[in-house]
């Protein structure tokens, strides 16, 4: 049989710390050599969401303009009209409906909704139109007493009265 010579634990070789520290020092320099390669070659950054803001200053005006002139009630004159016609402003009567009354509807033509019946002898005020549709003039009016009845009516039954 052979025999193999096994080395005894003394006759180990040691390594001297000035080697362990040495190794250990070169290691972090080289880290730190390329630490410093990857920040210098790295490119500058781009400057991400960079906004140029744009200021347009408009001089206040130099002078004031004067308000315009307000119209009071009593400023403002109708114009007068003839006796008898219809108008803004006129007093009208339901006339001549043969006591069926007169239609008053939403919008002015005989197929608008119906809204309310102004009976013969019945006062309204004008307080828009004319406007013609389906061959005849309509004008808007309303009760003086209740001004939730008002309606599109047309003139063929209306006449002009005195302000009640």
Do not use: C
């Not at 040495?22 to 500058?44: D, H, Q, Y």
């Not at 002139?69 to 402003?89: C, D, R, V």
Request: proline share 11%.
């Amino acid at each position: 049989m052979h025999q193999y010579n096994i080395m005894s634990s003394s006759a180990q070789k040691k390594i001297p710390i000035i080697e362990i520290l040495g190794a250990i020092l070169i290691g972090v320099g080289l880290f730190l050599l390329m630490l410093l390669f990857i920040n210098v070659s790295r490119p500058e950054p781009t400057p991400v969401g960079v906004v140029t803001v744009m200021l347009t200053v408009i001089p206040a005006p130099t002078e004031t303009p004067s308000p315009a002139p307000t119209l009071t009630p009593s400023s403002i004159t109708p114009p007068t009209m003839p006796p008898g016609t219809l108008a803004i402003g006129a007093y009208v009567q339901v006339v001549d409906t043969g006591g069926e009354g007169l239609h008053l509807r939403e919008t002015p033509g005989i197929d608008s909704a119906h809204r309310f019946l102004g009976m013969d002898a019945e006062i309204f005020r004008i307080i828009a139109g004319p406007q013609d549709a389906d061959g005849y003039t309509w004008w808007n009016i309303v009760s003086p007493h209740d001004e939730a009845r008002n309606g599109w009516a047309v003139s063929n039954y209306l006449e002009v009265v005195e302000e009640p």
